[in-house]
């Protein structure tokens, strides 16, 4: 028999694709001029000098057999080591080079560790709003999805909430932050008594409940707000970090997941992790690519970019009388919709009402939207 969830997710596509490749058909029909594409969370700047300094060493020193070996299933001891020590200095947990598995970008860690956490009949839970393959992952290894709502346009956590939302079937609970797609970092202070509500849910349910974290856009961030260490918090805490985002690779596929050692059931976890990787197929990520990430670690594309399309937009747009919530990381606006129905909707994020903009584009397209941004609000009457 085929399993009728998995069936039902690949019939239900992805909204935020499809709305892109509407933009490309519209493109040859009206002109680039007159799209402005604003859907896919795709890094539009270029990689750091570092990564080419690296790929040209690589690909001059080591003969192209062995460069384009196959990698070790869960990566290279050398790399592995690296992101151990990387963490270990800049966050001050004692990782070690077998706590970390080199995957294919977060996407590997996200759905490994759903499988491995739930499929004893476990609950995810996550915040509002949130990427909207979470659910996927839940719904298709486990029990589900229980969406946490947090507070009303800021986005920082309800701990009310949370504790109403925990159930002694919740064994992960999925946090994101800086957040796709509302840019929102949360904030320390919540973000420990969350912590603090989790060790006495832990206590009462008898059984631990892991916190995955999936920091993508770590590295993005405009404003010098800190982003929480989790493992630093919350000792079940597993990390899960890409690069995809941060220096500008996503379709190299690296990333990785590191266990601290004080894990409860540690072996267990980590040795579930690595069978459903090799059941999975997710296994030997790019040995060059593996090897080029790993000499960027801490480095980012020049996010100065970035940073200038949020202010102009997040000041436009509010400008204009939209309703935005100020996004300190990530390249995300998440804005209020004029109308209930939305273009990429806030309803595939868990929130209604909403609408993303994704504005890793070129200032340029921005420039050109505004104008039809500023006609839209004059047509809803919100303008100021
Ligand atoms: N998590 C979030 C919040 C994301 O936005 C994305 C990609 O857009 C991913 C995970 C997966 O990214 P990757 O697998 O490229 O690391």
Redesign the pocket.
Known sequence: MIDQQLVKWGKSGNIIREIAEYCDEQAKIVGEDHVYNFTI?SPSIDPPARVFEVMNKLMSSVPPARLHTYAPAIGFPEVREKAAEYLEKTFGIPYRKQDVIIT????TC?AALTKVLLSGGGRAMTFTPY?MDYKYYAEAYGSGLTECPTTPDTFQLDLEAAEKALTSDTMMIII?SPN?PSGVVLKREGLEELARLLYKKQAEYGHPIYIVA?E?YRDLVYDGQEVVFLPSIYKNTIYCY?F?KSISL?GERV?FMAFTPELDDYFDIYSAAIAVIRAFGYICVSSMWQRICIECLGETSDISIYKGNRDLLYGSLTEMGYQCVYPDGAFYLFMKTPEPDAMVPGDSFGTPGYVRIAYCVSREVIERALPVFRKLAEEYRIAR
């Not at 294919?104 to 996407?107: A, K, L, N, R, V």
């Open positions: 969370g294919c970008g977060t996407s996200l990427f994101n796709n999936d993508p890409s995809s996503p990333g």
